[in-house]
């Protein structure tokens, strides 16, 4: 595969969808010291994925909520997306949640490159051409990152 980097417009950043279509199609964003975008909480919503972040205590999510209000967000989400069109939060997930009984709009996110993501909580939608590289190439995982078993396939 031969992969390209590409850059993304902060001001105007691409569909968190088309992102997942460009790294599982051989693109990624260049990488960044601080973030690649802001997006809207709502988008961020689905990529939420509860089982990787401990869940906070009432206590802590009160003071995470206090230091929001008080200086904002200071550290971006980091979302993983992998070549196998998924995508999920894997830092940030109580600040979304937190940002949406805040009504704050947009938050910052930095995106991290990996092969293969478990998919979030909710099931990403796959861009049909990331299903057609995934069919063209033969993969050997299913579209939730899952090994396929080839053993008694015949062959």
Not at 3 to 28: F, H, M, T
Not at 62 to 81: H, S
Not at 93 to 104: D, F, G, M, P, T
């Amino acid at each position: 595969m031969n992969e390209e980097q590409y850059d993304l417009n902060r001001n105007e950043p691409p569909p968190i969808k088309d992102v997942i279509s460009n790294w599982a199609s051989g693109n990624n964003a260049f990488q960044v010291s601080d973030y690649h975008g802001k997006y809207s909480v709502d988008d961020l919503m689905e990529y939420r994925d509860l089982r990787e972040e401990s869940q906070l205590t009432a206590e802590e999510m009160n003071v995470l909520m206090r230091d929001m209000k008080e200086a904002g967000v200071t550290e971006p989400l980091i979302i993983q997306i992998g070549r196998n069109g998924q995508a999920r939060i894997a830092k940030g997930n109580n600040v979304v949640e937190i940002a949406r009984q805040l009504n704050i709009k947009e938050l910052p996110v930095k995106f991290v490159f990996k092969e293969r993501v478990m998919k979030a909580n909710k099931i990403t939608q796959e861009p049909i051409e990331m299903q057609k590289a995934i069919e063209d190439q033969g993969s050997v995982y299913y579209s939730d990152g899952t090994p396929k078993d080839h053993s008694g396939l015949p062959g």
